[in-house]
T-cell receptor, first 107, second 114 residues
Framework: KNEVEQSPQNLTAQEGEFITINCSYS?????LHWLQQHPGGGIVSLFM???GKKKHGRLIATINIQEKHSSLHITASHPRDSAVYIC?????????FGEGTQLTVNP | DGGITQSPKYLFRKEGQNVTLSCEQN?????MYWYRQDPGQGLRLIYY???????QKGDIAEGYSVSREKKESFPLTVTSAQKNPTAFYLC?????????????FGDGTRLSIL
């Protein structure tokens, strides 16, 4: 079993829909990261969380340390949100990554 | 603008050949990392370095080698001992002095076997 599990693996939505991607982990962590990977392969960091909730524009990330679970929400989704979203947990100076969620938002 | 530069973007290797992937950062970051990404799998750590002239093996170091002669540079050599080198390789860096800083990633190098 992977230390970091994401669901769903693939997600297709219509423009404007509310999106939720989930991440569960099985180890103690110091922080959790949400990353976005575009088709060209480059990765950008969206959020880093150690507790509670963070919001940036239409993106919201939450974490429940006791339940070892985090969610990434996208409100009013848009075709430009189409990408792979990756959850990663930090232990010491290292990150362990989930397999990613491929999101496709259709116009 | 500061960032991480990986080159080349695409690389082709013949059987039995060593190839070196370049990673340079001008962010003054202490730590640098090499990851491998295969379809349907999460990123896996190959090697990482927290200080010049020192580096540690990650989870899949066999068939790879690295050097860290300068703070800005962390090249990865894929040796002929790596039997399945076709993959997407990502370099990342981070500041160690500020805990929980995000890792910054390069745009990756896609390596294929001819």
């Amino acid at each position: 079993k992977n230390e970091v599990e994401q669901s769903p693996q693939n997600l297709t939505a219509q423009e404007g829909e509310f999106i939720t991607i989930n991440c569960s982990y099985s180890v103690g962590i110091s922080a959790l990261h949400w990353l976005q990977q575009h088709p060209g392969g480059g990765i950008v960091s969206l959020f880093m969380l150690s507790s509670g909730k963070k919001k940036h524009g239409r993106l919201i990330a939450t974490i429940n340390i006791q339940e070892k679970h985090s969610s990434l929400h996208i409100t009013a989704s848009h075709p430009r949100d189409s990408a792979v979203y990756i959850c990663a947990v930090r232990r010491g100076s290292r990150l362990t990554f989930g397999e990613g969620t491929q999101l496709t938002v259709n116009p | 603008d500061g960032g991480i530069t990986q080159s080349p973007k695409y690389l082709f290797r013949k059987e039995g050949q060593n190839v070196t992937l370049s990673c340079e950062q001008n962010l003054n970051h202490d730590a640098m990392y090499w990851y491998r990404q295969d379809p349907g799998q999460g990123l896996r750590l190959i090697y990482y370095s927290q200080i010049v002239n020192d580096f540690q093996k990650g989870d899949i170091a066999e068939g790879y080698s690295v050097s860290r002669e300068k703070k800005e540079s962390f090249p990865l050599t894929v040796t002929s001992a790596q039997k399945n080198p076709t993959a997407f390789y990502l370099c990342a860096s981070t500041l160690l002095r500020q805990p929980n800083q995000p890792q910054h990633f390069g745009d990756g190098t896609r390596l294929s076997i001819l």
